[in-house]
T-cell receptor, first 113, second 116 residues
Framework: AQSVAQPEDQVNVAEGNPLTVKCTYSVSGNPYLFWYVQYPNRGLQFLLKYITGDNLVKGSYGFEAEFNKSQTSFHLKKPSALVSDSALYFC???????????FGTGTQLKVEL | NAGVTQTPKFQVLKTGQSMTLQCAQDMNHNSMYWYRQDPGMGLRLIYYSASEGTTDKGEVPNGYNVSRLNKREFSLRLESAAPSQTSVYFC???????????????FGPGTRLTVT
């Protein structure tokens, strides 16, 4: 069965600094990987996905993620963090047939002035 | 386009009461899902419907039932609510495989349920 791990419950970063939110996965076969963001009292919003092709994927709001097959990782990055990026971030994986996704436990990102 | 809508937004139940959470999507998606979100647990799949007329259990189906009423609507029913079902419930939808937006799930705003 597939699984996703987000090793950090919380990440703190100063505004203007680069940010990284970590995700590792375990699947049989080729993974389809996703990042979602959740603002307080809202549903999840899709940020970006890796299906195939270029290992560096660009998404919404200036976020990008790098797929690393050898390290089974899909870390979310942004070159310069904004206070408005503060939110809960979820990594998810689809593997095998069907459309089901398995989500990580989430990482709370806090960007401070 | 409203996307995915859920009703109600908030609900308080007493142990043993029943209720139905409603979900509708206007994106013509074939697949729909119900998740619950609990602190430190991430999102866990309760039930899903790959296409109209089919439903399947997810990771945590006990205590819940679902109905795929038509292509647009997918409801979640709690027959006899328990305090352990206190959670935030999200509905989501997605296309079937194929196409540029394959596998992306689109989420509703959630229902915050408290069972006392």
């Amino acid at each position: 069965a597939q699984s996703v791990a987000q090793p950090e419950d919380q990440v703190n970063v100063a505004e203007g600094n680069p940010l990284t939110v970590k995700c590792t996965y375990s699947v049989s076969g080729n993974p389809y990987l996703f990042w979602y963001v959740q603002y307080p009292n809202r549903g999840l919003q899709f940020l970006l996905k890796y299906i195939t092709g270029d290992n560096l994927v660009k998404g919404s709001y200036g976020f990008e993620a790098e797929f690393n097959k050898s390290q089974t990782s899909f870390h979310l990055k942004k070159p310069s963090a904004l206070v408005s990026d503060s939110a809960l971030y979820f990594c998810a994986v689809r593997a095998g047939g069907g459309n089901k996704l398995t989500f990580g436990t989430g990482t709370q990102l806090k960007v401070e002035l | 386009n409203a996307g995915v809508t859920q009703t109600p937004k908030f609900q308080v139940l007493k142990t043993g009461q029943s209720m139905t959470l409603q979900c509708a999507q206007d994106m013509n998606h074939n697949s729909m899902y119900w998740y619950r979100q609990d602190p430190g647990m991430g999102l866990r799949l309760i039930y899903y419907s790959a296409s109209e007329g089919t439903t399947d259990k997810g990771e945590v189906p006990n205590g819940y039932n679902v109905s795929r009423l038509n292509k647009r609507e997918f409801s979640l029913r709690l027959e006899s609510a328990a305090p352990s079902q206190t959670s935030v419930y999200f509905c989501a939808s997605s296309e079937l495989s194929g196409g540029s937006s394959s596998y992306e799930q689109y989420f509703g705003p959630g229902t915050r349920l408290t069972v006392t």
